[in-house]
C-alpha cells in the first residue's frame, strides 16, 4: 500500500541544523509532488514546505525561508527537509505527506506518514 | 493570509450520533477544502476534498458540504473507530495550505 516513512528526528541546540528523511513506497514517487507539515499541540498543524513532482517548484511558509531546504531524491523515492539555524518554535512533530496531484499538484494531501519529533532546546 | 476556524473545539457524542463541525475562512476559498481525520499518535487520514468529495474508500457515513466561507463534516452516525482529532485545510493554486485548529470527538 500507499505508504511514506519518516525518519531523522531528534534532539537538537538552538542554531543548530538537522536532516529529515523520507522514504516513500507503493506509488510512483516521481509522479507526486510531496510536502513536509510540522505539528505541535499549541499550533497544530501548520505546512512548512513543497517540492513539485519534478523538483522544478519549491516553496516554503515564511518562518522557515533562507533555513530549511527541500529537495528529492527519485531514484530512492526519498524526500529530505535539511533545517539549519533552528529555534526553539521549530519543535514540532514533522510528517512527510503526499500530495494527491499526479503530474499536478492539488495542495491537499493524501498519504501522510506518522511523523518525525525534532525537538530544539538547550 | 487566510485564517480558517473550527467550532466546537471539542465534540461529545455517543454511538450512533449525528455529529456536525463547522470549518469558517476568513476570506472567500470557493470549495477549496480538504478534511482528515487523525487518532493520537498517527498519521493523518485523508476524508474529502473539494469541500463535498469523498476519498475512495472512506465510509459513506461522512460527508462534506459548504463553499465561500463555512463548511460543514457531518457523520452520519458515528462509530466507535470515529473518534479522533478532525482538521480541515485550506488550499488554491498559489501555493496556500492552511489547517484549522482541530475539534476533538470523544465520547459522551
Known amino acids: 500500500q500507499k505508504q511514506v516513512v519518516e525518519s531523522g528526528g531528534g534532539v537538537v541546540q538552538p542554531g543548530g541544523s538537522l536532516r529529515l528523511s523520507c522514504v516513500a513506497s507503493?506509488?510512483?514517487?516521481?509522479?507526486?509532488?510531496m510536502h513536509w507539515v510540522r505539528q505541535t499541540p499549541g499550533k497544530g498543524l501548520e505546512w512548512v514546505a513543497f517540492?513539485?513532482?519534478?523538483?522544478?517548484?519549491?516553496n516554503y511558509v515564511d518562518s522557515v525561508k533562507g533555513r530549511f531546504t527541500i529537495s528529492r531524491d527519485d531514484s530512492k523515492n526519498m524526500l529530505s527537509l535539511q533545517m539549519s539555524s533552528l529555534r526553539p518554535e521549530d519543535t514540532a512533530v514533522y510528517h512527510c505527506?503526499?500530495?494527491?496531484?499526479?503530474?499536478?499538484?492539488?495542495?491537499?494531501?493524501?498519504?501522510w506518514g506518522e511523523g518525525t519529533t525534532v525537538i530544539v532546546s538547550s | 493570509d487566510i485564517q480558517m476556524t473550527q467550532s466546537p473545539s471539542t465534540l461529545s457524542a455517543s454511538v450512533g450520533d449525528r455529529v456536525t463541525i463547522t470549518c469558517r475562512a476568513s476570506?472567500?476559498?470557493?470549495?477549496?477544502l480538504a478534511w482528515y481525520q487523525q487518532k493520537p499518535g498517527k498519521a493523518p487520514k485523508f476524508l474529502i476534498y473539494?469541500?463535498?468529495t469523498l476519498q475512495s474508500g472512506v465510509p459513506s457515513r461522512f460527508s462534506g458540504s459548504g463553499s465561500g466561507t463555512e463548511f460543514t463534516l457531518t457523520i452520519s452516525s458515528l462509530q466507535p473507530d470515529d473518534f479522533a482529532i478532525y482538521y480541515c485545510?485550506?488550499?488554491?493554486?498559489?501555493?496556500?495550505?492552511?489547517f484549522g485548529p482541530g475539534t476533538k470527538v470523544d465520547i459522551k
Open positions: 505527506a503526499k500530495d494527491a496531484g499526479y503530474g499536478t499538484t492539488f495542495y491537499y494531501m493524501d498519504v
Open positions: 507503493g506509488f510512483s514517487f516521481s509522479d507526486y509532488g
Open positions: 517540492i513539485k513532482y519534478d523538483g522544478g517548484k519549491k
Open positions: 476570506q472567500n476559498i470557493n470549495n477549496w
Open positions: 473539494k469541500a463535498s
Open positions: 485545510q485550506h488550499y488554491n493554486n498559489y501555493l496556500e495550505a492552511a
